[in-house]
Every structure is written in C-alpha cells, then in structure tokens.
C-alpha cells in the first residue's frame, strides 16, 4: 500500500516521504480500515509514540496521523460493534502506525459509525479537535450553562471547536489569537475577541474556565484570570502556574465512540462547523504540510476519491 513514512524527527514534516509499506493485519479486537481520508497534527511528530511502540521499541520508519475516516475492510479476531463495509471515522493509537497510508488497523472501541450524509474529509477532521474540545469542556472543565469561557487560539482546529460547543451550551465566549483572526473567532461565536500580539488579557478580568492551546506564557498569565472556583484546562503540558483560587488541569485526548457520536450528529444538524483549511491528496501530502504560507485550519488528506 501507499504510505506517508518519516524516520527522521529533528526533519519534522519535511522529512516525510511517500512509500510503498506492507499491509497491516488487524490484530484481536481491531479493525483493518480502508482510509478515505486522513488528519495530522504536526505536533505529534514530537511524541513519544510516534516513534516507539508501547514497550518503547524504536519502529520507525513511522506512518503519522491519528484521524481516520474509511470504510471496515476486515475485523480481527473477536472484534464486536462493527462489519465489513461500514463507514466509520476515529482515532488510532498513538504507538502504532496510522492513518497517513490506504490501510490502517485500528482497535473497533476507537471508531464510530460515520453516517452516510457526512463526506469522509469532514469526519476526518473530527476525532482529535472534536473530542478534544468535547472533553475539555464537559469532562474535565466541568461546564455549567451560562459560564464565561475564554478559549485560546479560537480561530484554530481545537479553539474553533471549543467555542462553537461553549456557545451552543450557554457560554459567553472570549476568543484569543493573531489579529487576522478575529473575524473568524467571532464567526464561530466568540462574543470578544483578544489580539494576543497587540492586547492584554489583563483587560479581560476574571472567567470561570480558560481553555489553553498555547502554553508557555499564555498559559502562565491564564492562571491569574481563573476566578474562584473555575477552571483551567490545557493541553500544552502541565501548568507552570496554578490559578489561585480555581483547579488546573492538563489531559490528552482519548478516544470515545459516544462522544464522536455527539459532535457528528451536531455536525450534520449544522450546530457544528469543521474547520478545514485545505484538502490534498496522499501524493500531495508532504507539499501540503510544508506550505509556504500560514494555513488557517486543518489539513486533510484524501486517500481516496
């Protein structure tokens, strides 16, 4: 089959390079998943399991990319909840190859039904900002109807996703990130909107829950905006500043068949915008992630037609 391998990770994208790999075999409980489409996230080419399996043996040359749509192909031994020839769309692990190849196997738990009238490119966009704003925001931000949330980098693939789900569920909304940007974090529903680069968040004053992208400064002057008894949630890494008088937490995203059911269905009720900036296709995918100007969402690959 055809495949994205990278063995090299201080060349990140660029090292990445289109390859003839061997076919998985899906294992008990898995899924061998025919990709139709395809999401990366170039941070991933700095974890751990991106280039060692879950003993932490060396597996490179990897295959990238955790964000699936396509269609069962075969079932491993005992797998249960899906056929041969469903349309489903999630996560693959993150110790295995993925989802950059015409090919992926996959643990059934980690996909959902993808119903008919969602294209694959759009739930290919889903699993990792979708569930990572679902959890932010409902599992470990603790979300009430009517809170102030302030959501950095708004105008993003994760950031967009949060204040969308934020404002269908009440919230009062305060976007951050460049100036180009605030147009587009409004139009996801931001009510403000904060230029990073030339504003201080200072002026904001207190918000029951901060939703951190960014880290590193960002997140240490997000600490002192949590009022008492709110939240700050992020997953750039451990707080370096806790909030006074609220909770931090940091998490990474697992997968979960319910939640993926709830943000497509909010996608096919038109309650929930993806956020795709561009669509290339597997030839075309090392291009794509290297482009010579800013892309403003998420890349998605299109394995097949």
């Given at each position: 089959?055809?495949?994205?391998?990278?063995?090299?990770?201080?060349?990140?994208?660029a090292?990445?390079?289109?390859e003839?790999?061997?076919?998985?075999?899906?294992?008990?409980?898995d899924v061998?998943?025919?990709?139709?489409?395809?999401?990366?996230?170039?941070?991933?080419?700095?974890w751990?399991?991106?280039?060692?399996?879950r003993?932490?043996?060396?597996?490179?040359?990897?295959i990238?990319?955790?964000?699936?749509?396509?269609?069962?192909?075969?079932?491993?031994?005992?797998?249960?909840?899906?056929?041969?020839?469903?349309r489903?769309?999630?996560?693959?692990?993150?110790?295995?190859?993925?989802?950059?190849?015409?090919?992926?196997?996959?643990?059934?738990r980690?996909?959902?039904?993808?119903?008919?009238?969602?294209?694959f490119?759009v739930?290919?966009?889903?699993?990792?900002?979708?569930?990572?704003a679902?959890?932010g925001?409902?599992?470990?931000?603790?979300?009430?109807?009517?809170?102030?949330?302030?959501?950095?980098?708004?105008?993003?693939?994760?950031?967009?996703?949060?204040?969308?789900?934020?404002?269908?569920?009440?919230?009062?909304?305060?976007?951050?990130?460049?100036?180009?940007?605030?147009?587009?974090?409004?139009?996801?529903?931001?009510?403000?909107?904060?230029?990073?680069?030339?504003?201080?968040?200072?002026?904001?004053?207190?918000?029951?829950?901060?939703?951190?992208?960014i880290?590193?400064?960002?997140?240490?002057?997000?600490?002192?905006?949590?009022r008492?008894?709110?939240?700050?949630?992020?997953?750039?890494?451990?707080?370096?500043?806790?909030?006074t008088?609220?909770?931090?937490?940091?998490?990474?995203?697992?997968?979960?068949?319910?939640?993926?059911?709830?943000?497509?269905?909010?996608?096919?009720?038109?309650?929930?915008?993806?956020?795709?900036?561009?669509?290339?296709?597997?030839?075309?995918?090392?291009?794509?992630?290297?482009?010579?100007?800013?892309?403003?969402?998420?890349?998605?690959?299109?394995?097949?037609?």
């Amino acid at each position: 089959m055809k495949a994205i391998a990278v063995t090299d990770q201080a060349a990140g994208t660029a090292g990445m390079m289109l390859e003839e790999r061997p076919q998985p075999e899906p294992a008990g409980n898995d899924v061998l998943v025919e990709v139709h489409a395809s999401g990366f996230t170039p941070g991933e080419l700095t974890w751990p399991g991106t280039w060692t399996d879950r003993l932490g043996r060396d597996r490179r040359p990897s295959i990238p990319g955790h964000e699936v749509a396509g269609v069962v192909s075969a079932l491993g031994y005992g797998t249960r909840g899906l056929s041969v020839g469903q349309r489903v769309f999630g996560l693959a692990e993150w110790t295995r190859d993925g989802t950059l190849a015409e090919y992926v196997a996959v643990e059934a738990r980690n996909l959902a039904p993808l119903p008919g009238d969602v294209d694959f490119t759009v739930g290919a966009s889903l699993p990792i900002s979708g569930l990572t704003a679902w959890q932010g925001l409902f599992v470990h931000g603790r979300f009430e109807a009517g809170q102030s949330v302030l959501v950095h980098g708004a105008a993003g693939g994760v950031g967009s996703m949060v204040t969308q789900l934020a404002r269908e569920s009440g919230a009062y909304v305060i976007g951050t990130g460049r100036a180009a940007d605030r147009q587009t974090a409004l139009d996801f529903g931001a009510k403000e909107f904060v230029d990073l680069d030339n504003e201080a968040l200072e002026d904001i004053g207190g918000v029951d829950l901060v939703f951190d992208v960014i880290g590193g400064d960002i997140g240490k002057q997000s600490a002192g905006l949590v009022r008492a008894g709110g939240m700050l949630v992020t997953i750039a890494g451990p707080p370096e500043v806790q909030p006074t008088e609220g909770l931090a937490v940091d998490f990474v995203v697992e997968a979960d068949r319910t939640q993926l059911g709830e943000v497509v269905q909010r996608v096919r009720d038109g309650r929930l915008q993806t956020n795709i900036a561009q669509v290339a296709d597997l030839d075309e995918a090392v291009a794509a992630f290297n482009p010579t100007e800013r892309v403003k969402g998420k890349t998605i690959i299109r394995v097949r037609p």
